[in-house]
């Protein structure tokens, strides 16, 4: 069974910085899929947040350019987001998402909170 669990959300100071992680189970080929981040703030839309590609290739939304790095491991099954500098804005649950071979999968997510 396919499955994303996201970790490493909590409360942060603005300013400060976590690391999300995502990890990927039960995927025959975990290296096949790009993997996505997106955000959902409350009573918002989701929203893409960047991608990184098969091939390594990676993109951000403007909001979080600068800011946000993806990067992933693919021996691991695993796809992280470092994020820096953190604003209030930030404040959302963030979930990860894997699209490949026609299907798209979705974790849970995971709560971010920038507030002093």
């Known amino acids: 069974q396919v499955q994303l669990v996201e970790s490493g959300g909590g409360l942060v100071q603005p300013g400060g910085s976590l690391r999300l992680s995502c990890a990927a189970s039960?995927?025959?080929?975990?290296?096949?899929?790009?993997m996505n981040w997106y955000r959902q703030a409350p009573g918002k839309e989701r929203e893409w947040v960047g991608i990184?590609?098969?091939?390594?290739?990676?993109n951000y939304a403007d909001s979080v350019k600068g800011r946000f790095t993806i990067s992933r491991d693919n021996a691991k099954n695993t796809v992280y987001l470092q994020m820096n500098n953190l604003k209030p804005e930030d404040t959302a649950v963030y979930y990860c998402k894997a699209a490949g071979y026609g299907a798209a999968y979705w974790g849970r997510g995971t709560q971010v909170t920038v507030s002093s």
């Open positions: 039960g995927f025959s080929m975990f290296s096949g899929y790009a």
């Open positions: 990184i590609t098969t091939t390594g290739g990676i």
